[in-house]
């Protein structure tokens, strides 16, 4: 199999929910979301409507382009992730968008289920 590529500029899907939006492409191998997330976005208030359940039970791979967003776990542990890192946060976290810039992420774990009732 050659070089296989697309654009998230031009996606396969685009999910949209209160103050956020995932922008999904679908490769061969993995599917790939850029999430893009306003200030004042939170899992609990912006995305659990959607999916129910008492936190996010997506596991997520990610890479942070810009902004900050607070990950608080269901075990009680709590870490802020922003740009240049990369994280993984197992299922079973609320998270939010800290401050005034809009968070934008990479997933490539989480971004084929992601936000999808």
Do not use: N
Request: proline fraction near 6%.
């Amino acid at each position: 199999m050659g070089v296989e590529k697309k654009s998230l500029d031009k996606p396969d899907e685009v999910r949209s929910f209160d103050r956020g939006q995932l922008a999904v492409v679908e490769l061969s191998a993995v599917t790939v979301g850029r999430t893009v997330l306003q200030p004042g976005w939170r899992w609990s208030q912006d995305v659990k409507p959607i999916v129910g359940g008492d936190s996010c039970r997506q596991a997520h791979t990610m890479y942070v382009l810009q902004g900050r967003m607070h990950v608080a776990m269901d075990d009680g542990t709590e870490e802020e992730i922003g740009p240049g890192d990369a994280a993984v946060l197992p299922p079973g976290h609320d998270a939010w968008v800290v401050g005034d810039q809009v968070f934008i992420a990479l997933d490539w774990s989480g971004a084929a289920t992601y936000a999808k009732p």
